[in-house]
């Protein structure tokens, strides 16, 4: 299939986790992103893999459809569609793809497999007013539920993974440490919001030690609870009286082991120029810290739009628009690589 690159209407499709979302690109601008939270978890403190599948089936066809309409775009005007492939819940993979795949077929356009992680990065070079994209090479730190890494990224398809979590993801110490509070989930915006309050070093955490590029957060998450454990049985009401220094102190933390990992990322690589990706790069703390290594240490800063730092299809998008251009290009053709739902993928 050969379509004319600069003029790419493309629609795309993420069905990773719990959000349901869609969005239409016009090359590299987003002309409409809409995401369907689904609700339903927050009464189990976490995700319920066949409840998210479930609430999928029943998002998809309204959530592409409102994206469609905000556009303005008729489907018989799309010259591709992206999906996310992988990595994520296996359940809620297969209901974006096999959307995608059945609309691609009926519609006979190409389809565009895209890695959730990749895009998180590459939401970068979404074109929006007023945003300086990055120049190559530059450090992405994909911080989110699921992952934390420090990635090297050369162009805009080589990239390579530099550090990584050992056990949690920073999002799931967020979310953890805040169902400890007694907060609903998803408790990292929770957390956020009572630390802007609170008194940072109210509660000293230690931070653990672990070699090279890589992060642990589950030894964080135990001291957090024996912490409140001990706490609590001295005083039961110390969660409420306490509850802004508890989390600034948290958040303070987090944001000290992320940072303390980028500082030697940047040591040893000698790359300043900084991106951040992934639903924790909405936290405030991690964004005043970049802001101020801007100014203290000279490094150039990349923080997302807020709405393109949560799981959303804009970012899928940007990343199936630069597939499909480039291949448009090289070969003058897009080739299907297929709709394969991959539950483990690596950047
Ligand atoms: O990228 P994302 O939407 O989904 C995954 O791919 O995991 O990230 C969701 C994560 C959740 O753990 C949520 O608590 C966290 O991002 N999060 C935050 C904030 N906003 C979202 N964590 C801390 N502060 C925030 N403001
Ligand atoms: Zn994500």
Redesign the pocket.
């Known amino acids: 299939m050969t379509t004319n690159s600069t003029n790419c209407y493309l629609l795309a499709i993420e069905s990773s ?1 719990d ?1 349901t979302a869609a969005a239409i690109l016009h090359n590299d601008k987003v002309l409409s992103n809409v995401v369907a939270t689904q609700e339903i978890h927050q009464q189990y403190g976490g995700v319920v893999p066949e409840l998210a599948s479930r609430a999928h089936q029943q998002n998809i066809v309204p959530v592409v459809t409102a994206a469609l309409r905000k556009a303005n775009i008729d489907k018989k005007e799309l010259s591709a569609i992206a999906f996310t492939s992988g990595p994520g819940l296996l359940g809620s993979l297969l209901v974006g793809t096999s959307f995608a795949k059945s609309m691609a077929l009926g519609l006979d356009i190409p389809l565009i497999d895209v890695n959730h992680m990749k895009a ?1 990065i590459l939401a970068h070079f979404i074109d929006e007013e007023g945003y300086e994209k990055p120049t190559f090479p530059f450090l992405a730190m994909t911080i ?3 992952h934390t890494q420090i990635v090297r990224v050369d162009d805009y398809f080589e990239m390579s993974v530099i550090g990584e979590t050992i056990d949690d993801a920073v ?2 110490a ?2 953890k440490s805040a169902k400890l509070l007694g907060l609903p989930y ?4 929770l ?2 919001k009572w630390a802007a309050k609170g008194n940072p070093k109210a509660f000293p955490f230690t931070k653990p030690k672990v070699a090279g590029l890589n992060f642990s957060f589950s030894g964080l998450k135990t001291q957090i609870l024996y912490f409140i454990q001990k706490q609590v049985k001295q005083n039961p009401d110390f969660i409420e009286q306490n509850m802004a220094d508890i989390c600034a102190s948290i958040q303070y933390t987090i944001v000290g082991i992320l940072m303390d990992k980028l500082k030697k990322a940047v040591k040893q690589t000698g790359i300043t120029q900084i991106a951040i990706g ?3 790069s ?3 703390g991690i964004r005043n810290a970049l802001t101020q290594a801007k100014e203290n240490l000279g490094w150039k800063t990349y923080l997302p739009k807020f709405e393109y730092t ?2 959303n299809a804009a970012m899928i998008g940007i990343v199936g628009y630069l597939k499909f251009s480039q291949e448009l290009k090289e070969k003058n053709t897009y080739t299907d690589t297929g709709a394969h739902a991959q539950s483990r993928l690596k950047i």
């Not at 998803?186 to 915006?189: E, M, N, R």
């Open positions: 986790c959000d998180h989110s539920g699921g999002g799931e967020f979310d998803p408790g990292g915006p957390v956020d992934g639903g924790v909405a936290n405030s949560t799981d």
